[in-house]
């Protein structure tokens, strides 16, 4: 495949590619961000044969975007992402506002109910996993995290004395407080005396240093090596950080531990296409089901509105909105 070019106009510095790196570094963005949109950005100029997008606009814009719902016929979500990361490129980089694309033919988005197991299904999984992926299995039905909420928590976010679990930098930007189930209390104390060991062996080594966000880094140059900095999940393996080339020990990947889901899903013969997020899904409705206020679940979740909330009471209704249906009503047929 012919690479991008150099999209660097005569005298200027540094390459497109280059200024939109540095400022979705310069926001904090996610490495996950910075990954998607500029695949969407390379994407873009080759659909229009490498042209510079400073010579396009809002026309280029919107035909890539119909392009990718008619022809493409790609989710609703992944058009609204790439659509994301062209603003950003027009807006952040470019200096230039485009006007509302209101022409653009938007993918379908699909009013699906979200897959719920019962708990007779997660306790039949969960007896099929085992070391790291069975506890982050545990914390994702036990407090309802999403999953990367769950791996990218720091040893400083279980906070034990008041049974709490800090999500730092959640959906949206935001942080929330969720509980800390008494049941996983000590295999959690056991879990990080072992990553204690762990971060103890690094720093022997001459590592131990972790990823800090918000250019923490710089501010306390130390403080990646802190313990309470560290990951509650640390990989197996330490790994070149892609942004500064340092050598550390991220997190576990999510890919392993849905791999790890799927895998006893199959094995629990459940025949619900159940992934890391349906533990999220199946906290929420186990706990409306107990009779706790929405509201309280709302706040738990971080949903900024309770409407989303709102979809697990539909799950919650038997078939048909709870409605007995007349053929039931005739007793047993013959």
Request: aromatic letters at 6%.
């Amino acid at each position: 495949m012919s690479s991008i070019p150099s999209l660097a106009e005569p005298g200027s510095a540094p390459r497109l590619l280059e200024q939109v790196r540095g400022r979705i570094r310069f926001k904090h963005y996610s490495i996950r961000t910075e990954q998607a949109y500029l695949d969407w950005i390379k994407r873009f100029i080759r659909h229009f044969g490498k042209r510079h997008p400073r010579d396009m606009g809002a026309a280029e814009v919107q035909e890539f975007l119909t392009h990718l719902a008619v022809a493409g016929r790609v989710a609703a979500s992944t058009q609204n992402q790439a659509k994301s990361a062209l603003l950003f490129l027009y807006r952040e980089v470019l200096q230039v506002e485009l006007p509302w694309l209101d022409d653009v033919e938007a993918a379908k988005t699909p009013k699906r109910l979200p897959v719920v197991l019962t708990g007779a299904e997660v306790m039949a999984m969960l007896a099929r996993l085992d070391g790291t992926s069975a506890l982050v299995a545990r914390l994702l039905y036990g407090t309802g995290l999403r999953i990367m909420e769950c791996l990218r928590l720091r040893v400083k976010d279980v906070v034990f004395e008041c049974g709490e679990i800090l999500v730092r930098d959640g959906k949206g930007a935001k942080d929330r407080v969720t509980m800390l189930p008494e049941s996983l209390v000590p295999p959690l104390r056991t879990h990080l005396e072992r990553v204690r060991e762990l971060h103890r062996q690094d720093l022997a080594a001459g590592h131990g240093e972790v990823y800090l966000p918000f250019a923490l880094d710089r501010k306390y140059p130390e403080a990646g090596r802190e313990w309470m900095w560290q990951y509650v999940f640390p990989s197996a393996q330490l790994s070149v950080d892609p942004r500064s080339g340092a050598i550390r020990r991220h997190h576990v990947q999510d890919q392993s531990v849905q791999r790890a889901i799927k895998t006893a899903v199959r094995a629990a013969g459940i025949h619900k296409p159940a992934t890391p997020h349906t533990l999220r899904h199946s906290f929420a409705t186990s706990l409306l089901q107990s009779g706790y206020d929405i509201r309280t679940v709302q706040e738990l979740l971080g949903h900024a509105d309770v409407k989303t909330t709102m979809i697990y009471t539909h799950i919650l209704n038997k078939g048909g909105r709870g409605v007995v249906s007349p053929i039931d009503r005739m007793g047993p047929l013959s």
